[in-house]
């Protein structure tokens, strides 16, 4: 059973930046693809961006494309989402997802696909 675990979140005012970790209990090599979700209140959970083991990066959710940044240390068993320009739009609980499936790339952003999940981390963008 791989546990994940996210922290960086906070509060953070507009234009400001965070960056997201997601560490796993298991060797990064074990694990395919790595993901990470967002829920906002009253919302359903929306795909952000996942990340192949070997590096290879899904198109980002068009609504952080070019703010938002994923990268993964396999070494450390760890994901990251480094997060620039925040807007009070970007407020959500954001999960890291994971699967040691290999996943056709239209089934990447489906969250039934991903077999563990972490607690969540509350990033709070304030205007």
């Known amino acids: 059973q791989v546990q994940l675990v996210e922290s960086g979140g906070g509060l953070v005012q507009t234009g400001g930046s965070l960056r997201l970790s997601c560490a796993a209990s298991?060797?990064?090599?074990?694990?395919?693809?790595m993901a990470w979700f967002r829920q906002a209140p009253g919302k359903e959970r929306e795909f952000v961006v996942a990340?192949?083991?070997?590096?290879?990066?899904?198109p980002y959710v068009s609504s952080v494309r070019g703010r938002f940044t994923v990268s993964r240390d396999n070494a450390k068993n760890t994901m990251y989402l480094q997060m620039n320009s925040l807007k009070p739009e970007d407020t959500a609980a954001y999960y890291c997802?994971?699967?040691?499936?290999?996943?056709?790339?239209?089934?990447?952003?489906?969250?039934?696909?991903?077999?563990?999940w972490g607690q969540g981390t509350q990033v709070t963008v304030s205007s």
């Open positions: 997802a994971a699967t040691k499936e290999t996943l056709w790339a239209g089934l990447l952003a489906k969250m039934s696909e991903y077999d563990y």
């Open positions: 298991e060797r990064a090599d074990s694990i395919y693809t």
């Open positions: 990340i192949r083991r070997s590096g290879g990066i899904t």
